[in-house]
């Protein structure tokens, strides 16, 4: 399919997509007020009882003393599972105001823990948190609160963090139940000589997704047994995602090339990404357009903000700081797309974030979107430059302005009228 014609196809798709999701679309502010009637009815006395936990959090303030969470759906035990991020967000279509009714509606119990102390640690509440962290299913738990909770859920379009539920100090924590783990993750336990990066390569090649590889080693649930540790949710989501892109550039080294240039489409929460595939060994770069008046550049009179990060076929040595856990995430969903295929292509994934991204909801929606996009029908051009030229037609930013910050599209020739509006 020829690229105008792909556009074409995908403005339909797209248009369909948009409307299926402002009919589902929930008001956060009436969530927001109901919350703590919610709340008080799931305490008794300073337990919250009745409680399941699907997932757990690490904080990286004051590393190595850290913040460490249990996080429960107040209210909304029956629907715990729906709580947990997962693909299955994507798949349901959910909009950026369900994610912040879903990440507020979790409670927070916490307590300060020093990120060294895990080794053998399964008692206590510690060890409740890493049974949550390492079991299938949500897990029922009983949490003593050892401080009123913080309900400060004023949530707007202004708000520059991600959404978060309310907190509190936690006493203590007890399972109601033996959680149910999976067999491979306890053979990663039992093995105190495996190294963190094979334990998450094994992982995922028995068919877990990075979303559960992620809470397992943010519980120190990985690695030689002495090195065992809790690793920030923030990075570990990155060094997920890091490690498996790793793994599979590894799988498509010595595979055959694409045939020809693909060009790939999709767009979710106000977010839309190209994916230019071309022959030629591995090569991957990450260009972000961020439009005034997004969450990332929310002064509507800047100009549109850009920012790039490239890798050649023996990867990177550093962290990406422009495009930061973003890049890893949408290079996990190429490369599962090009081992899937048993195929190796020069990648460039352009993201367009609209001024429809009012808030942040975290790396997922960049992995998810770009492992999606590569469903259906894409378009076609007889050259990278072609693709190139051809989808910076529709984007917020010049050809000219495109060349001068991206690695991958720096030698294309450009015509006057570019040159001129540069």
């Not at 708000?159 to 936690?170: E, F, K, L, T, Y």
């Not at 519980?219 to 690793?231: K, M, Q, S």
């Not at 090339?257 to 060009?263: A, F, L, M, T």
Request: hydrophobic share 35%; net charge negative; no cysteine.
């Amino acid at each position: 399919m020829r690229l105008d014609e792909f556009v074409e196809f995908e403005r339909n798709e797209r248009a369909e997509r948009r409307r299926l999701a402002e009919q589902k679309d929930y008001a956060i502010l009436d969530h927001v007020e109901t919350f703590q009637d919610r709340f008080e009815e799931s305490l008794s006395g300073d337990s919250l009882v009745g409680s399941v936990s699907p997932s757990i959090f690490v904080g990286r303030s004051n590393y190595p003393n850290v913040s460490t969470g249990i996080l429960s759906p107040v209210g909304r035990e029956d629907r715990a599972d729906q709580f947990r991020t997962s693909g299955a967000w994507y798949d349901e279509g959910v909009s950026i105001a369900d994610v912040f009714e879903r990440r507020t509606s979790l409670l927070n119990s916490n307590r300060p823990t020093d990120v060294d102390s895990v080794h053998d640690a399964w008692d206590g509440w510690l060890g409740t948190q890493r049974e949550v962290a390492i079991a299938d299913r949500p897990v029922d738990v009983e949490i003593g609160l050892g401080s009123k909770p913080d309900l400060d859920l004023d949530v707007d379009a202004t708000d520059m963090g991600a959404p978060v539920g309310p907190s509190a100090r936690a006493r203590d924590a007890t399972l109601g139940e033996n959680p149910h783990v999976p067999r491979p993750v306890e053979k990663t336990l039992e093995d105190d000589d495996w190294r963190a990066q094979g334990a998450m390569t094994y992982l995922y090649r028995r068919g877990f997704d990075v979303y559960d590889i992620n809470s397992i080693l943010s519980a120190g649930a990985l690695g030689r047994g002495e090195n065992r540790r809790l690793v920030p949710t923030r990075w570990s989501i990155t060094a997920v995602d890091d490690t498996i892109g790793q793994y599979l550039r590894g799988t498509i080294r010595d595979a055959p090339s694409v045939d020809g240039v693909e060009i790939h489409r999709n767009e979710y929460l106000g977010n839309a990404f190209w994916v230019i595939l071309a022959p030629g060994r591995w090569e991957y770069e990450l260009m972000e357009m961020k439009a005034p008046g997004s969450v990332w550049n929310p002064d509507p009179e800047a100009g549109t903000y850009l920012a790039a990060a490239h890798e050649n076929r023996e990867g990177r040595t550093s962290y990406v700081d422009e495009t930061a856990g973003a890049y890893y995430a949408a290079r996990l969903g190429v490369l599962e797309h090009l081992s899937d295929r048993d195929r190796q292509a020069k990648a460039i994934v352009l993201r367009h974030v609209s001024d429809e991204y009012w808030g942040p909801v975290g790396v997922w929606q960049v992995r998810e979107s770009v492992r999606n996009a590569f469903e259906g029908e894409h378009g076609t051009a007889e050259s990278f430059g072609e693709a190139v030229r051809g989808v910076a037609e529709h984007l917020p930013v010049s050809l000219s302005d495109l060349r001068r910050k991206s690695t991958m599209a720096a030698g294309l020739q450009t015509d006057l009228r570019s040159f001129v509006d540069g």
